[in-house]
């Protein structure tokens, strides 16, 4: 998660709008910058100006343009960033900027009207994209309607996504977008379902994959486990029959024999296919690793303790 300061990309986002808007007011709010940077369908069209479908985003009317803009852009943007970290919100805020455009564009290309000539500025449509954002990631968080209204940001999402749809098919104030923030709001949720579709897949492979590599691990913890359980008893036969050896019978401790006597459970015959008893060397790495080991040093056993007994 990132510091809430100046260096975020929400607070350079508001600088750079800030600042065409300056050049707005030097140039008197027209001529060369609404025909090359405000995103006219016509010109789109006919002279290929697509960049326009982002410029058109950093250009203002008036003061009370940017101000709503920039302010909402301020409370959304800041949390959001934070959560989602400046490329991820960026891509975001571009997508859902970019996606009103497209859609102001689509509408006016394919039932052409006064709106095919005429220019639209503003930050309106990514702005609505980030609303829709902020109530996806805390849709209880109370927001003030009006600066003094509060409601929770999910309700507000749907209240003003109905009302631009409403005011869209009723032909509300023609100076405002209204699909261009449909546009936004459309296109913010066609990354959250993009999203987490794809979020979801990738946590199921990750998911996937953490099992796989806690499984692999579990199996080589049980398989160093038995190595040296495999090990300590094979130093422990060895043990018994260097004593057999040396000593004879006598020589075993209570557990030694009892170890014996459960092996010789374990194994109640001996194989036929052993290697000679002359072959068998117990601290030989080719016998003890031999799967018949057990076999060979049961018959080791007996035949020392015969030899005793004698």
Sequence with gaps: MQQNNLSGATFKLIGANILFFFFQILAGNQGPILEYFALTP???TSKF???????YMFLHGNFAHIFFNMYALLIFGVPIEQEWGTKRFLLYYFF???????????????FPGPGYFFPTIGASGAVFGLLLAFGFLYPNAELLLFFFIPIKAKYLVVLYGALELFLELSGGPGNVSHIGHLG?????IVYFIFFR??????????????????????????????D???????????????????????????DEVQFVRIMQIMKDEIESNLC??????????HCTNCENFD???LRRVKRYVSSSER
């Design 295 to 297: 076999a060979c040093f």
């Design 96 to 110: 859902t900027g970019i996606g009103a455009g497209l859609t102001i564009f689509a509408i006016n290309f394919f």
């Design 184 to 188: 936004g709001l459309f296109f913010g």
């Design 42 to 44: 016509a010109l789109v």
């Design 197 to 226: 579709k794809h979020a979801l897949s990738f946590r199921t492979k990750v998911l996937r994959t953490k099992i796989i590599k806690n499984i692999a691990e579990h199996q080589q913890r049980m398989q160093n486990h038995s």
């Design 49 to 55: 100006y697509i960049w326009q479908l982002a410029s």
């Design 228 to 254: 040296k359980v495999f090990e300590k008893n094979t130093e422990f036969k060895i043990n018994i029959l260097k004593k057999l050896q040396q000593n004879g019978p006598d020589s075993l401790s209570d």
């Design 276 to 285: 000679p008893d002359s072959d068998f060397i117990e601290e030989d790495p």
